[in-house]
């Protein structure tokens, strides 16, 4: 007997076939999935003594709003769960068993940060909200099971790298799903039906749509154009934001932009850039437009041989360069997984005074740079 109340959903998560290493929960709004989920990890924590258990969102704020309110409510709702829960602490979030099992609710900085400790399952809690590296690193040390959940608000990484796979199935829930959902909840889903196509799909039918602000909806998966001369766009990043290498063409004629990504990397050191660099570009005299916020890491590398050069920068250079952009239809090559990931993302903060938001444009900035040089009305000269 099931010691709280469940649906179907919960039913699925539960068991898991033979094979099976992933479960893909992809779902709108209110389908029951984080808590469907919780209470699988409930169980399994409890009939798999010392059991761990990781539970990964985004950032702690969003795990406090969501998952962990969540197994909160789960908790309360049954007397069973409560006697089989030996200790809570709140400074780390672990949830420790009588039978030595544990739930840690945890976020990631990065991927090098994923890399400590290992667990019998792991949950990844809105997915598109974690970075394919940091979901990596937390999988390949994952003994037993990972499942992930997500509304389909934007396509990214589990659409590339994890659908299609041998090992993962796929689970597509609604709020129909969900039969405890109060009928208010239910009517303000239906209202989206008539008012809001993008939310209607997404939230409603729990399919994949556009980003409602994407920035970019004019670019589509392609081949590159090896018969247009290209340069290199480079963006310099660290530890939260990953050093990202560009390779980029233009056809001016056509309209076209052509983007491959060749490098999207964190905690780089400036030889590990430089050795990076000489691995994926073959000729150093080919021109790479650099991030001009690091003129020591441009003079290294000019120091190592390379053909590189400051991008120009000004007060209004990014809202100018991404309408430069919109102008032209981009082709980002099938390999390219980031840069299709932060074209899927990248979206306005204040569409009105054109403020992109400060994440999901490292790759975009590389091209960015690229773009406006080989976009200058000046000549391009290739030395």
């Known amino acids: ?82 006697g089989i829960i030996k200790s809570y602490n709140k400074t780390d979030r672990i949830y420790e068993f009588t039978n030595g099992s544990k739930i840690e609710f945890n976020s990631y900085d990065d991927e090098q940060d994923a890399k400590n400790g290992k667990r019998d399952f792991l949950f990844i809690n809105e997915a598109n909200g974690v970075s394919y590296e940091v979901f990596e690193q937390l999988y390949v040390r994952t003994s037993r099971h990972t499942w992930i959940d997500y509304n389909p608000s934007a396509h990214f990484w589990v659409n590339d790298r994890i659908r299609g796979r041998d090992h993962v199935r796929t689970i597509k829930s609604t709020f129909n799903h969900n039969p405890f959902l109060p009928q208010d909840v239910i009517d303000k889903i239906l209202s989206y039906k008539d ?24 670019w589509q998966e392609g081949e590159f ?4 001369p290209y340069i290199w766009g480079l963006d310099f990043g660290y530890s939260n934001d ?78 100018k360069g991404i309408k430069d952009m919109q102008g032209f239809q981009i082709i980002a090559t099938p390999e390219s997984q980031n840069l299709k990931m932060e074209l899927t993302q990248y979206e306005w903060n204040d569409k009105r005074s054109g403020v992109p938001i400060d994440k999901y444009n490292h790759l975009i900035d590389a091209l960015r740079y690229a773009h406006s040089f080989l976009n200058a009305d000046s000549q391009v000269k290739f030395w």
């Not at 998560?13 to 033979?18: E, Q, R, T």
């Not at 990781?54 to 969501?66: A, F, M, S």
């Not at 154009?225 to 247009?228: A, G, I, K, R, V």
């Open 242 to 319: 990953p050093t990202a290498l560009c390779k980029t063409a233009l056809d001016k004629k056509r309209g076209v932009i052509y983007a491959s990504e060749h490098l999207y990397a964190t905690h780089l050191s400036t030889p590990q850039i430089v050795s990076q660099l000489s691995e994926v570009i073959e000729n150093k005299s080919d021109l790479i437009v650099c991030d001009n916020s690091e003129p020591r890491l441009i003079d290294e590398l000019i120091m190592s041989g390379f053909n590189a050069v400051a991008c120009v920068k000004g007060p209004d250079s990014v809202r």
């Open 195 to 218: 008012n809001d196509e993008y939310r209607w799909k997404v939230y409603g039918l729990g399919e994949f749509a556009p980003l409602e602000g994407a920035i970019f909806k004019n």
């Open 1 to 82: 007997m099931k010691p709280f109340k469940t649906s179907k959903l919960f039913d699925v998560n539960y068991s898991i076939p033979k094979g099976c290493k992933i479960t893909d929960n992809c779902g709108g709004t209110s389908s029951g999935k984080t808590y469907s989920i919780l209470q699988v990890l409930i169980l399994k924590a409890y009939e798999i003594p010392g059991s761990i258990i990781t539970v990964c969102g985004q950032d702690i704020p969003n795990l406090k709003k969501g998952a962990l309110r969540d197994i909160e409510r789960i908790i309360d709702s049954s007397d069973f769960v409560k």
């Open 225 to 228: 154009n090896d018969s247009l």
